[in-house]
Nanobody
């Protein structure tokens, strides 16, 4: 009914940059908050950053000053620009969208993408 598809991951050297994208599609009535999470090998999935439909953003301490989350509401797309990448940023990055569907217009549900791998290594 709703799909989120991430792109933009890959291998980058320490200090480099990447831009992740996540496009939502399907039977969408409205998208509320969107966010990026990440899961490193052997660890739990953690929040990276979120952005509301109005553009208000929130970052974890590890992302502040290095990552920028943004969204294009017309394209149902959220982005994560990552600068000054470190080896500890290596993880699978997941997109999340709190989305109300055409069938359920007044209740947002969290939908997840399948993830995109970011590897920071020399």
């Amino acid at each position: 009914q709703v799909q989120l598809v991430e792109s933009g991951g890959g291998l980058v050297q320490p200090g480099g940059s990447l831009r992740l994208s996540c496009a939502a599609s399907g039977s969408i009535f409205s998208i509320y908050a969107m966010g990026w999470y990440r899961q490193a090998p052997g660890k739990q999935r953690d929040l990276v950053a979120t952005v509301t439909s109005g553009g208000s953003t929130n970052y974890t301490d590890s992302a502040k000053g290095r990552f920028t989350i943004s969204r294009d509401n017309a394209k149902n797309t959220v982005y994560l620009k990552m600068n000054s990448l470190k080896p500890e940023d290596t993880a699978v990055y997941y997109c999340m969208g709190n989305i109300a569907t055409m069938r359920s217009r007044f209740a947002g549900i969290n939908y997840w993408g399948k993830g995109t791998l970011v590897t920071v290594s020399s």
